[in-house]
């Protein structure tokens, strides 16, 4: 075993300095592609936080199975990437601005038992991994929900309606989630893309709201607070 060649091998100060250079760039493109990809970051970690991992991984992973690559490069790039994790960090405590560009801002999926559709196609969030969650956190339709926010690190914040105050709504359960097949005028209907509802004419009507032409029943009664649909 040839110790020198395991810690340096042949890293020349222009080569460091290459490395600082690269780690800077992909730095910079991790967080830029990830910011693009649309896609919130993993539960509890912001984007910024996991281009660090990725980052740290990445250049944890390259000298383990390269013969030629010395400890000492990966450990400048792990060097490089906490100094710039702190630089960071302290840019994001100092300017709102900056933080919200890194992080990306809470966005209202729901608010006051409505979808926000342009934030939620925007946010490249589907409608069944947002149900899921909302059904993760005993709703069962939107008429219960008063908000509902896509946190910065992906997670959901739902604040339900109180008992009282719970209103007809879109049904998110899949055996509800469905296109009307009987038209009543006295029954409610939830448009199954913004969550609008109300009494239609018939079911081919135009939602007021997003132009959609899909109704589903809506819901009223839930089982997790037992309310009767009252007439
Ligand atoms: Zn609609």
Redesign the pocket.
């Known amino acids: 075993m040839d110790f020198i060649k395991i810690i340096l091998h042949d890293t020349s100060f222009n080569f460091a300095l290459e490395i600082i250079f690269r780690c800077i760039i992909m730095f910079i493109l991790i967080i830029i592609f990830l910011r693009f990809s649309g896609k919130r970051g993993v539960r509890q970690l912001s984007l910024f936080e996991l281009a660090i991992i990725l980052s740290l991984g990445s250049a944890a992973g390259d000298p383990m199975f390269n013969d030629d690559i010395p400890i000492v490069q990966a450990l400048i790039v792990f060097a490089v990437i906490i100094l710039l994790y702190r630089f960071t960090t302290y840019l994001i405590m100092k300017s709102d601005t900056f933080e919200t560009m890194l992080e990306g801002r809470p966005m209202y999926i729901v608010k006051e038992g409505l979808l926000i559709v342009e934030d939620i196609k925007q946010e490249k969030y589907s409608y069944d991994e947002f149900f899921a969650e909302l059904r993760q956190n005993k709703i069962e339709h939107l008429g219960q929900v008063k908000s509902a926010l896509l946190e910065t690190d992906g997670c959901l914040s739902v604040i339900p309606y109180a008992k009282d105050n719970i209103k007809w709504g879109l049904p998110i359960f899949p055996d509800h989630y469905q296109k009307a097949k009987r038209f009543d005028s006295k029954t409610y209907y939830s448009?199954m893309?913004?969550?609008?509802t109300q009494f239609i004419s018939s079911l081919n009507a135009q939602?007021p709201?997003?132009?959609?032409e899909r109704w589903a029943e809506s819901a009223f009664y839930c089982e997790s607070n037992s309310i009767q649909p009252s007439d």
Not at 209 to 212: A, D, H, Q, S
């Open positions: 448009c893309l913004c969550g609008q939602c709201r997003c132009k959609c």
